[in-house]
């Protein structure tokens, strides 16, 4: 799978040193101390998120976004390499805060940290500091997110569909974790880690193509994302910029906010 969103681990291996590029470790911060990429900076992920109920996934103010981004150094210009030790959940987070920002420079490590050590590339322990930067930011691209009141208005559009990355437990009712169980009408569920190829170390599957388009998620649709949280609908969002999907979108209300409203209609079942 080649892809300019997408990068193997020897590929990366022979850039680095390289003065353009910009390596973010999004792993749990003790893994990180022990073993990362070389150069890589590390980011915690909650840094990328509100935090605050009933929708903690949502996405934070744009200064907190600012500061972030200045922190890691991130311009537009340099390249940006995302990975984590989760098969891609956190990374995806940071890529679709980076397309939402306009910054869309990123690729990602392939199957992160796992497939990385797993291959025996060369690691490190040393804590790396950012070159930090000033600049100003915006919401370039706002068509990466969207809202509930958006989501509603298009369910009933032919070219519309919703993929729902959580469990089947969730998606049913089965499994409630709001005032409300079960998923947006018509939603489309393909839980995030069936792209994950546990073979190859959390690679995106090589079939992941064709996976979508068995499920009805084709490539041509106008997609929107969702999980509990916007955090494994981050992967699948990346999954789908990966693929050279320019019509996905994330809901990071997600089920947090879809299932605590009265208004928001609501199936259960499969």
């Keep these: 799978m080649t892809n300019n969103h997408l990068i193997e681990p020897r590929e990366l291996e022979a850039k680095l040193g390289d003065s353009d590029l910009i390596i973010v470790d999004l792993c749990n911060q003790a893994h990180y101390q022990q073993k990362h990429v070389p150069g890589a900076v590390h980011l915690l992920g909650n840094h990328l998120v509100a935090g605050t109920p009933p929708t903690p996934g949502a996405c934070p103010t744009l200064e907190q976004l600012q500061q972030v981004i ?4 991130i311009d537009g210009k340099k390249q940006v390499i ?5 098969g891609g959940g956190w990374a995806g987070r940071l890529a679709w805060t980076l397309d939402l920002l306009g910054l869309t420079n990123w690729r990602y490590l392939n199957g992160g940290i796992v497939a990385w050590i797993k291959q025996s590339f060369i690691d490190e322990s040393a804590i790396n500091q950012p070159n930090s930067i000033e600049s100003v930011v915006s919401f370039a691209h706002p068509q990466a997110r969207i809202d509930q009141e958006q989501i509603i208005g298009l369910l009933d559009e032919p070219n519309f569909a919703i993929w729902d990355a ?5 998606y049913s009712g089965d499994m409630v974790r709001a005032a409300r169980g079960g998923h947006i009408p018509g939603a489309i569920n393909l839980e995030w880690t069936q792209l994950m190829d546990q073979q190859r170390h959390l690679r995106i599957r090589e079939d992941a193509q064709q996976i979508l388009d068995n499920a009805g998620l084709t490539r041509d649709k106008h997609i929107a994302t969702h999980c509990q949280s916007h955090h494994r ?3 699948t969002y ?7 999907y320019n019509n996905i979108c994330g809901y990071d209300g997600s089920w947090a906010e879809w299932g605590n409203l009265q208004h928001t209609p609501i199936d259960l079942g499969f």
């Design 233 to 235: 609908s981050s992967f």
């Design 166 to 170: 959580r469990s089947p437990a969730e």
């Design 70 to 73: 200045n922190y890691l150094g």
């Design 238 to 244: 990346m999954v789908g910029r990966i693929l050279g």
């Design 82 to 86: 995302l990975y984590d030790d989760e």
